[in-house]
């Protein structure tokens, strides 16, 4: 059974804007956008860029301003840009203002 750990209230989170929280020693990206909760890597894999107050781009991307490497919000799949390793993605539950992530696989 995977092991949740509180990150923070539902009410600290803006629609689409990405805040990054420590989770088992790793950094984990989350975010609220339209009405759902997503984890993922909170550092991008080509060069470990913090993707703390990134937006989500139109038709779910997450984009890394560093270098503009693209990201699939929901799988993690890499899109586009310098790298070929996409984002790890992250369990997110809710319970009640809370918002809980599992970084067990």
Sequence with gaps: MPDFQR???VSEFSEG????????????????????FYAFSGRCPHAGY????????P??????????ALFDLKTGKVLAGPTEQGL???SVR???????????E
């Design 94 to 104: 809710v319970e009640g203002e809370d918002v809980y992530v599992s970084t067990d």
């Design 7 to 9: 990150v923070a209230s």
């Design 17 to 36: 804007l990405v805040r990054v929280y420590a989770v088992d020693g790793l950094d984990v990206a989350v975010v609220s956008h339209q009405g759902e």
């Design 59 to 68: 038709e779910d991307r997450i984009l890394c301003s560093s270098h503009m």
């Design 50 to 57: 913090v993707l703390n107050y990134t937006r989500v781009r």
């Design 88 to 90: 790890c993605v992250y």
